[in-house]
């Protein structure tokens, strides 16, 4: 049984070959250690690893080789408390963390206000102007 398969089995990376990968870049370690996709996991080995932008810390409880259901995969492994609770942190703030999209104040020109701005670098100041990209003008 190699790690690979396993992370793949417990459904933490969707293919296998994405699990290699990931523990090629070092973004997996076993028992405190940096590990390499042909070791063996065996049952009790705690296993830390990135998925996505979220670490997890889970302890191996049984071996499979073939990637069943969720269900069955939960069973693989058991995630630590802490790692439970940092993860429900982290969506907490994904989840306060405000739209990029809304992130500026002022927000994108619409099609009228890019018409009014044409017109007013044409001809001067049209009427009716929105004085909030003036202020950009300026510079």
């Known amino acids: ?14 293919t296998r070959a994405l699990a290699a990968e990931m523990i090629d870049k070092g973004r997996v370690w076993v028992n405190g250690q940096p590990a390499k996709a042909a070791r063996a996991p065996r049952p009790g080995d705690v296993i830390r690893m990135r998925t996505g932008d979220v670490e997890r810390t889970v302890v191996v409880k049984a071996l499979s080789a073939v990637r069943g259901p969720a269900p069955q995969a939960a069973l693989l492994y058991e995630e630590t408390a802490e790692s439970i609770e940092a993860r429900q942190r982290h969506a907490e703030l994904r989840r306060l963390a405000p739209e990029p999209a809304l992130a500026y104040t002022q927000g994108r020109p619409t099609k009228r206000d890019r018409r009014e701005l044409e017109r007013w670098r044409t001809r001067g100041a049209a009427p009716g102007w929105n004085a909030r990209w003036s202020a950009s003008l300026d510079d």
């Open 1 to 14: 049984m190699r790690l690979d398969k396993w992370l793949w089995a417990a459904r933490f990376y969707k």
